[in-house]
Structure formats: C-alpha cells, structure tokens
C-alpha cells in the first residue's frame, strides 16, 4: 500500500510563498500521472496541478502562473511552490494520482493565507 505524506503547509500572509512536499513510500512518480489537490471547508476536493511521466505540467487557471509542481524521484517526492498566495488559496492540500484509482489518501497539510 503506497502511502502519500504531505508537508510544509502553514500560516502565511497574502502575497507570500510556501512550498509543499509530497513524500511517497514507493518510486510512483515516474510512472504515474501524479497530481495536488486542495479542499478548503465545506469545498469538495479539486485538482491544482498536475505533472505527467514525461514532465508535462498542467495547472487550473486560478493558480496558473503562481504555483509550480515539480517532481525528484529518486527522492520519491514531488513538490509544489506556491507565490503571490491569496487568501481563496487557504486550503488543505493533497497529493495523489490524477486519475483512479486513487492511492490512499494522507491526511494533506493546512495552507492558510491570512494577514
């Protein structure tokens, strides 16, 4: 059973920057189209970005140009940098598989952006 552990959410103010980390226990990225999520309260859960196997990205408009994912995998970890971030991008962030079958998800990592 693969497991997905996200990191380096927190508190910070609009127009800041943070960079989250996904670290999965087996080599998935490579192989997979692999994507990160947000669900902010009473939200359902929806796709921000996304990286294919060849390293195509893809990003909805709302974050398009702020946000970047990139991948290491032979550190098995894929990571998104967020700038310029706004206070609608509070959320709980995922990382996991872009389409089903979904790995199990983890618990994600609280994004707050507030003055």
């Known amino acids: 059973q693969v497991q997905l552990v996200e990191s380096g959410g927190g508190l910070v103010q609009p127009g800041g920057s943070l960079r989250l980390s996904c670290v999965a226990s087996e080599s998935i990225f490579p192989s997979n189209d692999m994507g990160w999520y947000r669900q902010a309260p009473g939200k359902q859960r929806d796709l921000v970005a996304r990286?294919?196997?060849?390293?195509?990205?893809v990003y909805d408009d709302s974050v398009k140009g702020r946000f970047t994912i990139s991948r290491d995998s032979a550190k098995n970890t894929m990571y998104l940098q967020m700038n310029s971030l706004k206070p609608e991008d509070t959320a709980v962030y995922y990382c996991?598989?872009?389409?089903?079958?979904?790995?199990?998800w983890g618990q994600g990592t609280q994004v707050t952006v507030s003055s």
């Open positions: 990286i294919t196997p060849t390293g195509i990205t």
């Open positions: 996991n598989r872009r389409w089903s079958p979904y790995y199990l």
